[in-house]
């Protein structure tokens, strides 16, 4: 059974810090690409990846709204990928989902395989 499974959001206010998690089991870790969205309250799923990372050759990717403050990591080992938020913003209140694409590198949704339920991030100002 694929499962992805989110962890780590929670509360904080603006300036602060969150590491969320997001554990694979039930396929292939190294054949994927593992991507965080997320969705705003009142809002859709945004359609491009906050931030993703290939399995396959290590490459990473970062939306310009996190650029510098959002760090992406992968330890295969653990079939877990992280996302550490640092300087957070209240506009990066959110649903955080991990998903995962089978292939080098994607940064949209709709080409995302297998889906996660989502861990809740809210940045008090």
């Known amino acids: 059974e694929v499962q992805l499974v989110e962890s780590g959001g929670g509360l904080v206010q603006a300036g602060g810090s969150l590491r969320l998690s997001c554990a694979a089991s039930?396929?292939?870790?190294?054949?994927?690409?593992i991507g965080w969205f997320r969705q705003a309250p009142g809002k859709e799923r945004e359609g491009s990846g906050v931030?993703?990372?290939?399995?396959?050759?290590?490459?990473?990717y970062y939306g310009d709204s996190v650029k510098g403050r959002f760090t992406i990591s992968s330890d295969p080992a653990k079939n877990t990928v992280y996302l550490q938020m640092n300087s957070l913003k209240p506009e990066d209140t959110a649903l955080y989902y991990c998903?995962?694409?089978?292939?080098?590198?994607?940064?949209?949704?709709?080409?995302?395989?297998?889906w996660g339920q989502g861990t809740q991030v809210t940045v008090s100002s």
């Open positions: 998903a995962a694409y089978y292939g080098v590198m994607s940064t949209t949704a709709g080409n995302f395989l297998y």
């Open positions: 039930g396929f292939n870790f190294n054949d994927f690409t």
């Open positions: 931030s993703c990372i290939s399995n396959v050759d290590g490459r990473t």
